[in-house]
């Protein structure tokens, strides 16, 4: 049996639709499973039953999981904390046991927001410290990961963006809409300070990840990478109006902490370890979001005519 078989969950989501394609472009033998939003190449499981999944698992025999699937939005973790446990949390601790079990290894996506954003840039080894629901559940994700295996590992990036389904399927991409509603004055937080990541980027690691981890078994735990480029949520939107042209007039930066959940300030990721391994890449910001929104911009202007 191959030795490159990988099972990708919430493969149709944000970041998984960009894992899935990296895996099979690096001749991996591939199974991605969804939940919600199926596509003929997927299949779909609900990944908290832990029968169905062990069953998936144990009949396919991957020798590596990329655990994408999460409840990942922060106001709506607030709404509904028991889905998001048995999400997060229940399902993570069931996949992590079940490859530990069959002898492959986990791939967990955490986040920056297990930090309080007040000591950046925050490195592998640093205490974490969530702020809010989202980023305790993501914490306990890694934890239960780690447990189940010292083999596994944990992947932590910051806010992702790339091609969407939807404008607000990306905490960055769903700043477009701002130019489309532009008949009222916006306000835009300018206080957070993010280091957006092309989830291109994240997948082309997850390969590189796991190849490397095949070819040495100490490449395990916690590792960090984010986007190499600072900005607040008003300096997106300052990038997306100069990359095309957009006026702005009507969006004025907000100087208070966001609403709702609370966010770290700066919880800026170092990428030194990762780094020294060899492996990531950085898409600019400008160009990742020419790339992402240019059709959505398309579309917009067909609406006009």
């Given at each position: 049996?191959?030795?490159?078989?990988?099972?990708?969950?919430?493969?149709?989501?944000?970041?998984?639709?960009?894992?899935?394609?990296?895996?099979?472009?690096?001749?991996?033998?591939?199974?991605?499973?969804?939940?919600?939003?199926?596509?003929?190449?997927?299949v779909?499981?609900d990944?908290?039953?832990?029968?169905e999944?062990?069953k998936?698992?144990?009949?396919?025999?991957?020798?590596?999981?990329?655990?994408?699937?999460?409840?990942?939005?922060?106001?709506?973790?607030?709404?509904?904390?028991?889905?998001?446990?048995?999400l997060?949390?229940?399902?993570?601790?069931?996949?992590?046991?079940?490859a530990?079990?069959?002898?492959a290894t986990?791939?967990?996506?955490?986040?920056?927001?297990?930090?309080?954003?007040?000591?950046?840039p925050?490195?592998?080894?640093?205490?974490?410290?969530?702020l809010?629901?989202y980023?305790?559940?993501?914490?306990?994700?890694e934890?239960?990961?780690?447990?189940?295996?010292?083999?596994?590992?944990?992947?932590?990036?910051?806010?992702?963006?790339g091609?969407?389904?939807?404008?607000?399927?990306?905490?960055?991409?769903?700043?477009?809409?701002?130019?489309?509603?532009?008949?009222?004055?916006?306000?835009?937080?300018?206080?957070?300070?993010?280091?957006?990541?092309?989830?291109?980027?994240?997948?082309?690691?997850?390969?590189?990840?796991?190849?490397l981890?095949?070819?040495?078994?100490?490449?395990?735990?916690?590792?960090?990478?984010?986007g190499?480029?600072?900005?607040?949520?008003?300096?997106?939107?300052?990038?997306?109006?100069?990359?095309?042209?957009?006026p702005?007039?009507h969006?004025?930066?907000?100087?208070?902490?966001?609403?709702?959940?609370?966010?770290p300030h700066?919880?800026?990721?170092?990428?030194?370890?990762?780094?020294?391994l060899?492996?990531?890449?950085?898409?600019?910001?400008?160009?990742?979001?020419?790339?992402t929104?240019?059709?959505?911009?398309?579309?917009?202007?067909?609406?006009?005519?």
């Open positions: 049996m191959s030795e490159k078989r990988v099972i990708i969950t919430g493969a149709s989501g944000l970041l998984g639709r960009a894992v899935l394609s990296a895996f099979k472009c690096s001749q991996w033998t591939v199974m991605g499973t969804s939940f919600s939003r199926t596509g003929e190449d997927l779909p499981i990944i908290c039953n832990h029968e999944t062990k998936l698992v144990k009949n396919f025999m991957p020798n590596c999981i990329v655990h994408c699937a999460a409840q990942r939005f922060p106001d709506k973790v607030e709404k509904d904390l028991d889905g998001t446990i048995r997060n949390v229940e399902a993570t601790k069931n996949l992590a046991v079940l530990a079990e069959f002898g986990m791939v967990y996506i955490s986040t920056d927001y297990v930090f309080d954003g007040t000591k950046p925050y490195s592998e080894t640093d205490i974490t410290n969530p809010n629901t980023g305790k559940t993501k914490l306990q994700g934890q239960v990961t780690l447990e189940a295996s010292q083999d596994h590992i944990v992947l932590r990036v910051p806010v992702l963006y091609p969407v389904e939807y404008l607000g399927e990306s905490a960055v991409t769903v700043l477009l809409q701002l130019f489309f509603d532009s008949e009222e004055n916006k306000l835009v937080s300018d206080s957070e300070i993010r280091y957006p990541s092309h989830v291109d980027d994240i997948a082309s690691l997850c390969v590189n990840l796991l190849e981890k095949q070819k040495n078994g100490e490449v395990k735990g916690i590792f960090h990478w984010g190499k480029e600072s900005m607040t949520k008003y300096g997106m939107v300052q990038h997306i109006a100069s990359v095309f042209q957009l702005m007039n969006i004025s930066p907000d100087p208070y902490p966001s609403q709702g959940a609370s966010r700066n919880a800026q990721l170092s990428n030194e370890k990762l780094e020294k060899g492996v990531g890449k950085h898409t600019s910001f400008r160009e990742g979001i020419q790339s929104l240019a059709l959505w911009i398309q579309r917009k202007k067909l609406e006009q005519i």
